[in-house]
Every structure is written in C-alpha cells, then in structure tokens.
C-alpha cells in the first residue's frame, strides 16, 4: 500500500528565501509521485511530477523536486521564495495501475516580505 | 483545451436531502476521479470512472455514488446528507487508466457543499 507523509503543516518562509518542503514516500511499487498546489478556494494544480524518467524533476513557477529511493523521499524546493507562492502544497502517490491519489496532509506555505 | 469544469461551484442543503455534482472532464480524457477535501480528514479518494465503469472505490458508505456519461462527463450522488457530508468535492480528469507515467490528473475547481 502506498502513503505519503509531509513533515510540517505550516512553513514560513521571507520572500527572498529557500523555500524546502517535505515529503516523504511508502510504496511496495516504483512510485509515480505529484505535487500540487491550492490556493484559496480553488482547486488542485499540477506543479510537477516524478515519473521514473529523471530523478531531479522540474516544474512550473521556478519549483524543482528531486527523488532520493534511498531516503524514500521527494522534497520540493524553490531557491527564492515571492509572495505569490503562499498556498498549501499536496504530495501524492499514485501506484497499482489506477488513477487514485494518495494524499499527505498537506503543509501551508506562508511568505512574509 | 479548456480545463475541468465542475457544477454548481457553491451548494447549501439540509441534513436528510440529496445531492449531485456535476464534472466535465477536459475534451479527449476518459477517467474522471473524485475527491473529498474536509479539514479534519484531508483529501480522500471516493472513486474513478474510465469508459462508464467505475473502477475503483475509497472508503466512503454507499450513500456516495456516481455514474460516468458517454461523453465522459460524471455525476456524483450523496443520499441522505449528514453534516459531516460539508466539504469540498473534487473532480479530477486523466487521459488514461492510470497505468501509465504519462497519466496525469487534472482537478476542477471544486464544488463547495454545505450541509446544515
């Protein structure tokens, strides 16, 4: 069975500054692993995914997360963070051939100027 | 393309009464997946649809239930609401089965269900 768990509910960061967002992976599967990203009261939106191709992933808005089997993690990071980033990140795994995600908790990002 | 269409975005109703959601998946995808987003319990899987089937179901009574279109549109259905029923449900579309590492879920805005 797969799971993810996403260290911290609530991260602050200063604009400007690293942004690091946890999580960690269970799978008994190669996992194909997705961050997410909610702004208030919308939906989910894609911001990359790890598919097995790459292990340092790109996605959208200057976010990158890189895979490490060893540690079963997949952290995102930004290298500076801008106040339109402050939202709640989802990690999630997908795995037995069906398209059913597996949620963390998620963890609140907040950006102070 | 336009994205994943959910209907209405906003509903208050009363403990006992029914409900149905409406999803309009993004043209050319055939899985429609739903999701229930509540403070307390996260975002849990309810169930996916592919090609009028369903094909998997979350943990949730069989008071939620769903149905998926030839158009690839879906509908989902809550019967006798209880107030823990207030969430956010979430329609999610995918051009696969899931089987693959291009299968990826795109998610609709939402739809906001109150239930007093």
């Known amino acids: 069975a797969q799971s993810v768990t996403q260290l911290g509910s609530h991260v602050s960061v200063s604009e400007g500054a690293l942004v690091l967002l946890r999580c960690n992976y269970s799978?008994?599967?190669?996992?194909?692993l997705f961050w997410y990203v909610q702004y208030p009261n919308q939906g989910l939106q894609l911001l990359l995914k790890y598919t097995s191709a790459a292990t340092l992933v790109k996605g959208i808005n200057g976010f990158e997360a890189e895979f490490k089997k060893s540690e079963t993690s997949f952290h995102l990071t930004k290298p500076s963070a801008h106040m339109s980033d402050a939202a709640e990140y989802f990690c999630?795994?997908?795995?037995?051939?069906?398209?059913?995600?597996?949620f963390g908790a998620g963890t609140r990002l907040a950006v102070h100027p | 393309k336009a994205g994943v269409t959910q209907t209405p975005r906003y509903l208050i109703k009363t403990r006992g009464q029914q409900v149905t959601l409406s999803c309009s998946p993004i043209?050319?995808?055939?899985?429609v997946s739903w999701y229930q987003q509540t403070p307390g319990q996260g975002l849990q899987f309810l169930f996916e649809y592919f090609s009028e089937t369903q094909r998997n179901k979350g943990n949730f009574p069989g008071r939620f239930s769903g149905r998926q279109f030839s158009n690839s549109r879906s509908e989902m259905n809550v019967s006798t609401l209880e107030l823990g029923d207030s969430a956010l449900y979430l329609c999610?579309?995918?051009?696969?089965?899931?089987?693959?590492?291009?299968?990826?879920?795109?998610f609709g805005p939402g739809t906001r269900l109150t239930v007093l």
């Open positions: 799978s008994s599967v190669p996992p194909y």
């Open positions: 999630a795994v997908r795995g037995g051939g069906y398209n059913k995600l597996i």
């Open positions: 999610a579309s995918s051009a696969g089965q899931g089987g693959s590492s291009t299968d990826t879920q795109y």
């Open positions: 043209s050319g995808h055939r899985s």
